[in-house]
């Protein structure tokens, strides 16, 4: 005879994993879901940010034209200023003597004028440093492209395994490096370890692959 309370329990027991099934499947389907929406944002922004640095790089030699032009305005300036200096003296020295005869006692000198204005700069424009500078931003929005565009198809090749159920190690890698991308990425990559690693989710990606190498065993011996 069937014990009832053993029919009981077994079919409690098996609610209670179809639920859990369902869950973890519910569960497994937002997260590829945000890692295709993850991956659109890594597009978008890599994007604006390579777009900014390099425009920023081109700036840097109008910018140090600009400053080049703003220093020989000042050099011209400052030997301007000399100039006229120099051509001062002699009319004030010939005044200083005939107030020196006509005087009965002589007079302090003078305090001497202050020096002229010199350039900010040297007599060389500042080239190799903005040049230095815009090759830093050329290298920096080299490497953004590359790392934004790796992790986005990390993310959507991350999203294809988690659909088929397969490659579950991958998945965790690039929930890892989703870590490094606050907030969004490291958000993801939590929910993602929590949901991955789960022994039931396990089982579902174990599940799969029993079930690929029982269809290419068939087919072999077929």
């Known amino acids: 005879m069937v014990d009832c309370g053993e029919v009981g329990s077994v ?10 099934m369902n869950r973890d499947q519910d569960h497994l389907k937002l997260l590829g879901m945000f890692h295709y929406v993850h991956a659109a944002l890594l597009s978008c922004t890599t994007s604006f940010g390579v777009v900014y640095m390099g425009f920023v790089a081109a700036m840097m030699p109008m910018i140090a034209s600009e400053i080049e032009a703003d220093a020989a305005r000042q050099r011209a300036a400052a030997k301007q200023a000399e100039v006229a200096a120099e051509e001062e003296e002699p009319s004030e020295s010939v005044a200083g003597q005939e107030e020196v005869e006509d005087a009965p006692l002589a007079t302090p ?19 190799a440093i903005f040049s230095m500078i815009s090759s830093m931003m050329y290298g920096m929005g080299a490497v953004m492209l590359l790392f934004g565009f790796s992790m986005a198809f990390a993310n959507v090749y991350a999203a294809r395994c988690i659909a088929l159920r397969k490659h579950r190690t991958i998945c965790l890698l690039t929930a890892g490096f989703n870590c490094l991308n606050t907030p969004f990425g490291l958000i993801l990559g939590v929910c993602s370890f929590l949901v991955l690693l789960r022994p039931t989710v396990e089982d579902l990606f174990d599940r799969r692959l029993s079930e690929q190498a029982a269809i290419v065993d068939a087919d072999i011996i077929d």
């Open 11 to 20: 079919g409690i027991s098996a609610f209670a994993d179809d639920e859990a």
């Open 109 to 127: 000198p003078a305090p001497p004028a202050p020096p002229p204005m010199t350039p900010p700069f040297g007599p060389g424009p500042p080239e």
